[in-house]
């Protein structure tokens, strides 16, 4: 199923659109946490063929989904809080749920940019990648690419 394309723009506005209105209800480490990961995003925007500003902003997305759960669980008062708080902490709240869809859209992203998959599992398969290098184990003789004519049953030619 292919996803449709989202611009890294976009994701990175709607977060700090609902940050900002989840910060009415929240403050401490929430804002911290997740307008720190909207600059890291805003590095990836910058730096378009950066796979490191990418991967950076996909890990920091995954770990603000577990901070924003254990700050939201934390602090959420259901009987006292205001209409302006409630409407807080709902977007909050929304921001949280979005999150692992933006996750999927950047890490789509970070895929075209030329990164690889995340989790490499040795026991599912043998794996795809081919070094230029070979191993000590290698059951395989090495090529010497500088041997020249000579070394192949060839008659070396006079000058």
Same mark, same amino acid.
């Given at each position: =199923?292919?996803?449709?394309?989202? %611009? $890294? ?24 946490? %997740?307008?720190?990961? $909207? ?17 950076? @902003? ?17 602090? &959420?008062?259901?009987?006292? @809080?205001?209409?302006?708080?409630? @409407?807080?902490?709902? =977007?909050?709240?929304?921001? $949280? ?9 950047? &890490?789509? =992203? &970070? ?6 998959? $995340?989790?490499?599992?040795? @026991? ?8 230029? &290098? ?26």
């Amino acid at each position: =199923m292919e996803l449709p394309t989202v %611009n $890294l723009k976009t994701i990175l506005l709607v977060h700090w659109l609902l940050t900002t209105w989840g910060c009415i209800t929240f403050s401490g480490p929430y804002p911290w946490a %997740n307008f720190t990961i $909207l600059a890291v995003g805003v590095w990836a925007v910058a730096q378009r063929d950066s796979i490191d500003a990418i991967s950076l @902003f996909l890990s920091g997305l995954v770990a603000t989904i577990f901070l924003d759960i254990v700050h939201i669980s934390v602090f &959420y008062q259901r009987a006292s @809080f205001t209409d302006t708080e409630r @409407f807080g902490a709902g =977007m909050a709240i929304l921001s $949280l749920l979005l999150k692992p869809l933006s996750c999927c859209f950047v &890490y789509h =992203m &970070y895929r075209e940019r030329g990164g690889e998959l $995340l989790l490499h599992i040795g @026991f599912l398969g043998p794996s795809e990648e081919r070094s230029d &290098y070979q191993t000590i184990d290698s059951p395989e003789a090495p090529t010497d690419p500088f041997v020249g004519s000579e070394g192949r049953g060839h008659s070396p030619q006079g000058y």
